[in-house]
């Protein structure tokens, strides 16, 4: 079966950084995907890696190793505002859009 | 503003009945897919639409059916609704279904079975 694996809820303070892992198991690979959802909105695409390496987006960067089946997010200076749920998802042979369950992130002062 | 539409922003009804969510792509997207979130679950795929034509089937009930028009706006009719089907309806939409073509989601339906 498909399968994505992110942990369920993580803990970070003001200011610090935080690495957010994504593992996946999928019949195919054609790109992954991080998407940030504050509670009761909509998601909103954040990142999207298909070669091996590090795309940076100024606060956040997403990492990708297809060999390992693993993808990572980072967020640098965190804020107040980035307390939310980050979805990891991945697109498999057939170009279906596999999520994940999404990692709720506490921003403590 | 993702430039997604979702009609009504919240329905409120009663167990056995039927209602129709409404959802209008951003310009120039072919693609249209529904969602189902549950409080405090992850985001479920129903059912995905591609030019007028269903594309593919996620967790979608029985109950539950869809369709895209020729305009590209899509309804999901949800019937013989059970208190379980209380959750928030998400659209998103993209301009195909391959590669790094991103989706953007609508604001959402809260709906809301008494």
């Known amino acids: 079966g498909q399968n994505i694996d992110q942990p369920t809820e993580m803990t970070a303070t003001e200011g610090a950084i935080v690495q957010i892992n994504c593992t996946y198991q999928t019949s195919g690979f054609n790109g992954l995907f991080w998407y940030q959802q504050h509670a009761g909105e909509a998601p909103t695409f954040l990142s999207y890696n298909v070669l091996d390496g590090l795309e940076e987006k100024g606060r956040f960067s997403s990492f990708l190793s297809r060999s390992k089946g693993y993808s990572y997010l980072l967020l640098k200076e965190l804020q107040m505002k980035d307390s939310a749920s980050y979805l990891c998802?991945?697109?498999?042979?057939?170009?279906?859009?596999?999520w994940g369950a999404g990692t709720k992130l506490i921003i403590k002062p | 503003d993702s430039g997604v539409t979702q009609t009504p922003k919240h329905l409120i009804t009663a167990t056995g009945q039927r209602v129709t969510l409404r959802c209008s792509p951003r310009?120039?997207?072919?693609?249209v897919y529904w969602y189902q979130q549950s409080l405090d679950q992850g985001l479920q795929f129903l059912i995905q639409?591609?030019?007028?034509?269903?594309?593919a089937k996620g967790n979608i009930l029985e109950r539950f059916s869809a369709q895209q028009f020729p305009d590209l706006h899509s309804e999901l009719n949800l019937s013989s609704l059970e208190l379980g089907d209380s959750a928030l309806y998400f659209c998103?939409?993209?301009?195909?279904?391959?590669?790094?073509?991103?989706?953007?989601f609508g604001p959402g339906t809260r709906l809301t079975v008494l």
């Open positions: 998103a939409s993209s301009k195909s279904g391959g590669g790094n073509n991103e989706q953007f």
């Open positions: 310009s120039g997207d072919l693609s």
């Open positions: 998802a991945v697109k498999d042979s057939n170009y279906q859009l596999i």
């Open positions: 639409y591609y030019n007028g034509e269903e594309r």
